[in-house]
């Protein structure tokens, strides 16, 4: 088990490196700091649910200090599956990263 969690953990890191990530105490999970995004974390979890099929958790659930991060749980999934979500993640990510550079 401990060795599922830390390659979920290299793989997510290693691919979505724009977020400054947090571990859970959880076996499974990641609370990355999404502020860089410029959008309250209600909003983005709405559109990486709409946008690339991932499910996770504003941080604003967890409280004031949540806001800015999302929860991510990969708890139960193959390897193959994680990686397809995280580069999916990465790609929409530099998509709104590209978006809001070109609006200033």
Do not use: C
């Not at 724009?18 to 979890?45: A, N, R, Y």
């Not at 504003?58 to 929860?71: C, D, P």
């Amino acid at each position: 088990m401990k060795l599922t969690r830390e390659l979920n953990v290299r793989i997510s890191f290693d691919i979505i490196d724009q977020f400054t990530w947090s571990l859970t105490p959880g076996p499974f999970g990641g609370f990355p700091d999404i502020s860089k995004l410029g959008k309250p974390s209600d909003e983005i979890v709405n559109m990486f649910l709409e946008k690339v099929g991932l499910s996770s958790t504003a941080g604003s659930v967890f409280g004031k200090t949540g806001e800015g991060h999302i929860r991510l749980s990969y708890a139960m999934i193959e390897k193959k599956i994680i990686l397809k979500a995280m580069e999916k993640l990465k790609n929409f990510v530099k998509e709104l990263n590209y978006k809001k550079t070109r609006e200033y």
